[in-house]
């Protein structure tokens, strides 16, 4: 399926068939995708759980303000971003980069320098809204494989992030969760958006030329 036609059958799912199971290789597929995605300067700050466990699930629904879809659905992605920048973490990236590479143990140190610069002169809220938006164009990558595998899927921001870091203990990771990203397959008789036209702003208000 070309990319396009997958982002024209795909929809913001909100009612999945508990008893449609995504095989674990395209499960696999669509990890691979959001772990590929690329980052500012390739720290990838943030870490995805893939949950089905459906006790763990069905925690998720009160987190997400009654919304059914993290315990219907066959795999729930949690996206949680680090809660700041630090020079362990930042150094482990590099150093494990320059080994990869068969590259001298310092052959980023100017770089890491340079970070430093930035991140360890603002706030650590700041840091983590940096962060979180990495994992949003990880997400995108995600949700965009998963349309290629006609795997349904719904982004969701509404959730409560102090619920779900407690259910996934992610302060003590030093981590705070940014998006939930269920996966399956739509319940076609049960989800009121599946009929509805997919509807974009007109391009012309969306797009502007410049030549």
Same mark, same amino acid.
């Given at each position: 399926?070309?990319? *396009?036609?997958?982002?024209?059958?795909?929809?913001?799912?909100? =009612?999945?068939?508990?008893?449609?199971?995504?095989?674990?290789?395209?499960?696999? /597929? $669509?990890?691979?995708? #959001?772990?590929?995605?690329?980052?500012?300067?390739?720290?990838?700050?943030?870490?995805?759980?893939?949950?089905?466990?459906?006790?763990?699930?069905? =925690?998720?629904?009160?987190?997400?303000?009654?919304?059914?879809?993290?315990?219907?659905?066959?795999?729930?992605?949690?996206?949680?971003?680090?809660?700041?920048?630090?020079?362990?973490?930042?150094?482990?990236?590099?150093?494990?980069?320059? /080994?990869?590479? @068969?590259?001298?143990?310092?052959?980023?140190?100017?770089?890491?320098?340079?970070?430093? #610069?930035?991140?360890?002169?603002?706030?650590?809220?700041?840091?983590?809204?940096?962060?979180?938006?990495? #994992?949003?164009? #990880?997400?995108?990558?995600?949700?965009?494989?998963?349309?290629?595998?006609?795997?349904?899927?719904?982004?969701?921001?509404?959730?409560?992030?102090?619920?779900?870091?407690?259910?996934?203990?992610? /302060?003590? =990771?030093?981590?705070?969760?940014?998006?939930?990203?269920?996966?399956?397959?739509?319940?076609? *008789?049960?989800?009121?958006?599946?009929?509805?036209? /997919?509807?974009?702003?007109? $391009? @012309?208000?969306?797009?502007?030329? $410049?030549?």
């Amino acid at each position: 399926m070309e990319l *396009s036609e997958a982002f024209e059958w795909r929809y913001a799912t909100k =009612k999945f068939d508990p008893t449609k199971k995504v095989d674990e290789s395209f499960v696999k /597929k $669509i990890v691979d995708a #959001a772990w590929l995605a690329p980052t500012s300067s390739g720290l990838q700050p943030f870490e995805l759980f893939v949950i089905t466990n459906q006790e763990l699930k069905e =925690k998720f629904v009160s987190a997400s303000f009654g919304q059914n879809m993290p315990a219907e659905c066959s795999h729930l992605l949690v996206f949680a971003a680090w809660d700041n920048y630090t020079i362990e973490r930042i150094r482990s990236v590099f150093d494990y980069t320059a /080994k990869e590479r @068969n590259q001298p143990a310092d052959r980023y140190d100017a770089y890491i320098e340079r970070l430093k #610069a930035i991140f360890f002169n603002r706030p650590a809220q700041a840091n983590f809204e940096h962060a979180a938006r990495q #994992a949003y164009i #990880a997400m995108g990558f995600a949700m965009a494989q998963a349309a290629t595998l006609k795997v349904d899927s719904v982004p969701m921001e509404g959730f409560s992030p102090d619920e779900v870091d407690g259910i996934l203990q992610l /302060k003590d =990771k030093g981590l705070k969760s940014v998006l939930l990203l269920p996966l399956g397959y739509r319940d076609e *008789s049960g989800d009121w958006l599946l009929p509805q036209k /997919k509807v974009r702003r007109p $391009i @012309n208000e969306f797009l502007t030329e $410049i030549a």
